[in-house]
Nanobody
Framework: QVQLVESGGGLVQPGGSLRLSCAAS????????MNWYRQVPGKERELVAG???????KYADSVKGRFTISRDNAKDTVYLQMSSLKPEDTAVYYC??????????????WGQGTQVTVSS
């Protein structure tokens, strides 16, 4: 079984910064793509940023230039550095991983979510 555990959320003022972390644990053969999603009440979960096993990244237009996704393969951890935060970034942020637990078993896993609130 694989678990993804997020940390680093909280309350921050507009213009501030936060760094989210997502650590994977369990029986892991390889971690393929890792993503960060976010969701606000009444809206669909949206992709914020992703990084593949080769380190290629992608971002939602709304966060380009402000957020940076990175991964530490030795620690099975992905990070989301968020800067110049805006009130509209307020959401529950979820980590998502495309993880292989053996050579022929590959599933998507989700973390429990961490709240990010941007407010003065």
């Amino acid at each position: 079984q694989v678990q993804l555990v997020e940390s680093g959320g909280g309350l921050v003022q507009p213009g501030g910064s936060l760094r989210l972390s997502c650590a994977a644990s369990g029986i892991i053969f390889s971690i393929n793509t890792m993503n960060w999603y976010r969701q606000v009440p009444g809206k669909e979960r949206e992709l914020v940023a992703g990084i593949n096993i080769g380190g290629v990244t992608k971002y939602a237009d709304s966060v380009k230039g402000r957020f940076t996704i990175s991964r530490d393969n030795a620690k099975d951890t992905v990070y989301l550095q968020m800067s110049s935060l805006k009130p509209e970034d307020t959401a529950v942020y979820y980590c998502n991983g495309d993880i292989s637990t053996s050579w022929n078993r590959r599933l998507a896993y989700w973390g429990q979510g961490t709240q990010v609130t941007v407010s003065s």
